[in-house]
């Protein structure tokens, strides 16, 4: 029983630690998915951490069941082989695009938190990340899930300090919110799912074969999509509580920590950082396994080159096809999670 909890408990944070890029530490995503609809953005609080939680339970068993080495069998077996075919290749492209935003994202990153030149900064998460996928799967997901830990602690101390040094009430920065809002609530929190599911599906289909049962890679899906969920809703206050001070800025969760004490702004910057890593390390691997076995001999020769092409694609303009492949991806999401739901009723809550 303990051992299918530490279990169950590495996939859960591996898989958050897989979606939480840099735009969700820095609070730009909760703040255009859900800070932007008042109050009911936390209806889309909700909305997310149950399809979150439903998708990660049911692609995590879909991979053990499957024993999938990479996303293609799962997205065959929930699309079909044709349409199945067409999202293969876009998350397979879409996870090249992700490691190249990843890596744009730690240049500006490391130049603006650290002072330290984009180049520099962008190369050593580019060499980190190259040598955390020399690892097995099984330490990658080890490394994935040990930054969430961190990340829980940190944003605690955000939300609490936020509310003990909020100015006004909540109503009033609610009012300021919907100010913002520019279409409905469900929709925007279905939109940040599928987004998401595009980054998370790869590698948590891979997480699930590595489980010794199917209990056990559905608890772990169950409990990533909670935890989603509660940082989502705590990044939400946060940045609620101080909607005055964050109003119009790049980096709120940031800017908060930087009002709050200088100590705590630099834990924020470092959970950028590990954040940005940790989503470096999952989209890259979900891509270089996608064409050759992590036991292949030609696996470390790939996964260099891919990483090598990654990074100097982030310096030449390549990121502005990011912004498409997100749009499209954002359609095709919808599409996968209808599916899912569509199967799993089919088969009365069982996708095997």
């Known amino acids: 029983m303990g051992e299918m909890v530490r279990n169950s408990l590495k996939i859960g944070g591996a898989f958050v630690g897989l979606m939480i890029g840099g735009g969700f530490a820095s609070g730009q995503e909760i703040f255009q998915f859900f800070i932007s609809y008042g109050w009911y953005g936390l209806f889309g609080v909700f909305v997310a951490s149950v399809l979150f939680s439903f998708l990660g339970m049911n692609i995590a068993t879909l991979g053990y069941s499957l024993k999938t080495t990479s996303h293609k069998e799962v997205v065959l077996f929930i699309a079909g082989s044709t349409f199945g075919s067409i999202i293969d290749c876009l998350i397979t492209v879409f996870s090249f695009c992700i490691t190249v935003a990843m890596f ?130 705590l990044v939400y206050v946060a940045l609620m509580a101080k909607m005055d001070v964050i109003f119009g800025k790049p980096m709120p969760t940031l800017v908060i920590a930087l009002h709050i004490h200088p100590i705590i702004g630099g834990l924020m910057a470092i959970t950028l950082i590990i954040m940005i890593y940790s989503t470096a390390v999952g989209v890259l691997y979900s891509f270089v396994i996608r064409f050759v076995s992590p036991k292949s001999k030609t696996y470390k020769y790939f996964l260099i080159v891919s990483a090598f092409i990654a990074f100097f694609a982030s310096f030449i303009g390549f990121t502005t096809i990011v912004k498409t492949v997100y749009s499209i991806m954002g359609y095709f999401g919808f599409i996968v999670i209808i599916i899912t739901c569509w199967i799993w009723l089919k088969r009365k809550g069982s996708l095997t």
Not at 114 to 136: D, K, P, R, V
Not at 138 to 157: N, Q
Not at 197 to 220: D, Q
């Open 104 to 233: 744009a994202g730690a240049a500006s990153a490391f130049e603006v938190l650290f002072g330290i030149n984009g180049f520099i900064g962008s190369f050593f998460m580019m060499i980190f990340t190259i040598f955390t996928l020399m690892l097995n799967v099984e330490k990658i997901i080890s490394i994935l899930a040990l930054a969430i830990p961190y990340l829980i602690i940190v944003i605690f101390i955000l939300v609490i300090a936020s509310i003990l040094t909020m100015d006004g009430s909540f109503n009033e920065h609610i009012e300021m919110a919907n100010q913002l809002s520019t279409g409905h609530w469900l929709l925007a929190a279905l939109l940040y799912v599928s987004y998401n599911l595009a980054v998370g599906l790869p590698m948590l289909a891979v997480m699930g074969s590595t489980v010794n049962s199917r209990r056990e890679a559905g608890m772990g899906g169950i409990i990533g999509g909670l935890l989603m969920g509660m940082l989502i809703l």
